[in-house]
Every structure is written in structure tokens, then in C-alpha cells.
């Protein structure tokens, strides 16, 4: 039975690392005492093991240690050992990249589906959804597909943020290149603000957090969705 | 010889489509009765004729015809006997995913080299570099290749934004994203705030319009260049 976790922000403006995501952490990991960490998406060019440290000193207060998945020999043993799997946010070509060339992006499907407990924030959010083409991320990496774990049924907009009504800048909106996405494909998406996650129980999908959420579907004017709804009748 | 103009922006905002640059496209197309336009782009997912019909009103002021690459029987010959070329922006994954489609990459970096006059604004402006890898973009579609125009020996970033030190939202800014670009590629960036553009003659560079650009370097801080700063020794 699925078990995930989809958060679109690692951290809140004013908040540390993970800190608001914690009270639902401590019973998403409650069976783990150490969590395999996947720092692929290294945020702006930090090291493997600067990224596992930070993630190791925030689960600390959960008392759960953290690997990163560099260290182990196997990358794709330490997959199908892990008690619970956490892959952090940065940039999801890079992710997406790394997940390809270790050759872990169907073992890592396949695993979580079959019910190890998974987190993802920011990219590591990005690719729970059937591909990464709604990603805010620069292509710093050209990564031999854009399709991703598809742990749910369509694909997230992390970081989602409201038009800027007082902006003068031209650059397009984030619904703007949501409609761009939607003129050459199908697949729904959500726009998850920060501070809203996902929570995958089986083939139950609920939107968590105090926000509502903004869901775009081809050829429809994009709606809000209120806390606690229910998206599992979303493809 | 070459003679291009990439413009940050078509449009300033509170003009209209490509206004605050029309004394300078009166003298950089100003031995052309026709340009080919090249619609690939095209924003929000609008159509190949309508954006064409969009250009063309614009391009009226200057009395200069506009016909759509899209009009063409053969994409390649439209190319080698167009009198100007003017590649507008929308989304960048989408336009190179078309010149590589069309086959027309190549032809149109060879074609501009050898002095055919070329506008490019956003998307249009982002080719002109060596890749695509700094674009602003959503990838709605996956092109063969990130690989570019090569009109200019470093990349540009479109829409350049500084920091909004009031916000309160985590996604990264332009610069974490270009750092991060920069932790994998050692190719110069250019942040080109809307406003600006770069003249190109011959080997040439010179900044143009009212405002500073931000120059990104590989392992160096970044720097402001001022208007009519000469960028030929770039690479």
C-alpha cells in the first residue's frame, strides 16, 4: 500500500528545514529507524554530503538517521533495503539526470508503490508525478527522459505561485506556462503552494496543509481546492 | 557580417507589442521590404496564424511585410531567401523542438551568420546563445538536443529578475538557479533585464537600452555591466 508524502516546499519563509512537515513526519516514519536520503537535485551546487548533513541534523529531532544514497556501493540495493526513502528538492533535471544514469528511476516506482514510506519536497515532489514538464527548474543537465515515477496520476506545479497583480515584469505567469503545458498535453495539474502537501494512503490522495490548491485540466478554467479534499479520482 | 539584435522582451510594460524598439528595428531592417517570421514559440498556445497576424500589425509602422515560416511550402528555403528574420518568444522547449523538427537549426545559425538581418525576442533571444540551458521556461515538450543557435559565444537569461527581498516565497531566484547552471556548465550568462538588448555586428557585442545587465561567470561573483559595455571578449 502506498505510503508517500508530496510536500511542495521543503522549508517556510521564516521556519528551518522540514520543521512545519515534522508532526506529520514523526508518524509517516514511525516503523523507521533510518531513512535512505537521494540528494541528486543538490539546491544550487552543494556537495552530496553538505546535503545528507543537513537532512541527517533535521531528522535527528525524530531520531532517525539518515544515508545518503552516494554512499552506498549499490545504489539500487539501497533502495530496495530502505526502511523509508526521502528525496530532497534542488533541481529536477539534475534529479531526474541522476536517477536515469544510476539506473534506480523504475526501481524507485516500483518500491514505493510496493509500500516503503517516501517523502518528497520540491524536485523530489516534482517526480512522484508522471512526468517532470511542469517543473520551475532551469535545464542546467539534458536528462534522456522527462517522465518520472508516476506515483500519482497526474503532475505537480511545486512552489505554485499566485499571478503578481502589482508585478511590471513581462516574464509569463506560472499559469501561463501551465496553458503552454496544456496546448501539447493532457496529463492534470496541480499547483501546490507552499506549505501544502500531498498525502498518499493506498489509492487515497488528500491535500493537506492550511491552503487550497490550484488544479488546472486541459481545456477547463483552473479551480480551487480546499484542505482535506480528496484527489484521488484525479487522471 | 552578422547584424542581429536580441531583445530581453518584445514588450515594456504598459507599451504595446514590440514599441519601445521600433526606432532601432527601423534602422536594423531598414533594407527590408518583408522578414520571414518565425511563430514556433508561440506563447500561451496560440496559434502559428495568429501570432503571425499579431507581428505583422506591429511590423505595419516600419512598412515592412511579415509572412509566417509556417506559410512556407519548404521551412528551408523560406530561411535562405528571407530578406530579415524575427524569431518571437513563448516557450523555448517548444521552438527548438520545432527548428530541429523542420530541420531548419542549422540552416538558420548559418543563414544569420552570414549576415541575413535577425530579431529575436525572449524565446528568439534565448537561441542566440550556445544552448537553451538558461531559459525561463516550462518543458512542455522534449526537444532532441538543448543545443542552440551559437550566435554569440555565451548564453543569455531572458526576463532577467533580481531578488525580490520582500517575498516571502521559497522557490529559488534567477541567480540560485543560474549558480546552479553554473555548478555543471562553465559557459558565461547573461541576465538581461527587459529593457535591454544586445546589438551584434560582425564579432561586435555592445549592450543597448537604459539599463545595467548582470554578467554570471562560472566560480566568480557576478558582476553589473553598464549600457554600451562592449561584450565581444565574452566567452
Redesign the interface.
Known amino acids: 500500500m502506498k505510503n508517500i508524502i508530496i510536500a511542495s516546499?521543503?522549508?517556510?519563509?521564516?521556519g528551518s528545514y522540514l520543521e512545519y512537515l515534522l508532526p506529520a513526519l514523526q508518524s509517516h516514519f514511525k516503523n523507521c529507524k533510518s531513512i535512505l536520503f537521494i540528494p541528486y537535485a543538490?539546491?544550487?551546487?552543494i556537495s552530496h554530503d553538505e546535503y545528507t548533513q543537513k537532512v541527517s541534523s533535521a531528522f535527528e529531532k525524530l531520531h532517525i538517521s539518515v544515508k545518503g544514497i552516494h554512499e552506498f556501493e549499490n545504489a539500487e540495493d539501497a533502495i530496495l533495503n530502505a526502511e523509508g526513502i526521502f528525496t530532497g528538492g534542488?533541481?529536477t533535471?539534475?534529479l531526474v539526470s541522476q536517477l536515469y544514469k544510476n539506473n534506480v528511476m523504475q526501481l524507485l516506482s516500483e518500491t514505493v508503490k510496493k509500500g516503503t514510506p517516501y517523502l518528497g519536497t520540491s524536485a523530489g515532489s516534482n517526480i512522484c508525478g508522471l512526468s517532470?514538464?511542469?517543473?520551475?527548474?532551469?535545464?542546467?543537465?539534458?536528462p534522456p527522459?522527462?517522465k518520472t515515477l508516476g506515483l500519482i496520476p497526474f503532475n505537480l506545479n511545486p512552489?505554485y505561485?499566485d499571478p503578481d497583480l502589482q508585478s511590471?515584469?513581462?516574464?509569463?505567469t506560472r499559469e501561463?506556462?501551465?496553458?503552454?503545458?496544456?496546448?501539447?498535453?493532457s496529463i492534470p495539474v496541480l499547483g501546490l503552494r507552499?506549505g501544502s502537501w500531498l498525502e498518499v494512503k493506498g489509492e487515497k490522495i488528500t491535500l493537506k496543509g492550511d491552503l487550497s490548491a490550484r488544479l488546472f485540466l486541459q481545456n477547463q478554467e483552473p479551480t480551487e481546492l480546499n484542505p482535506e479534499s480528496d484527489l484521488s479520482h484525479l487522471k
Chains 1, 2 share one sequence.
Open positions: 516546499t521543503s522549508t517556510l519563509h521564516g543538490r539546491p544550487g551546487g534542488g533541481n533535471f539534475l517532470m514538464q511542469t517543473t520551475n527548474d532551469m535545464p542546467i543537465v539534458y527522459s522527462f512552489h505561485l511590471k515584469h513581462m516574464g509569463e501561463t506556462r501551465i496553458k503552454e503545458f496544456h496546448a501539447f498535453n507552499e
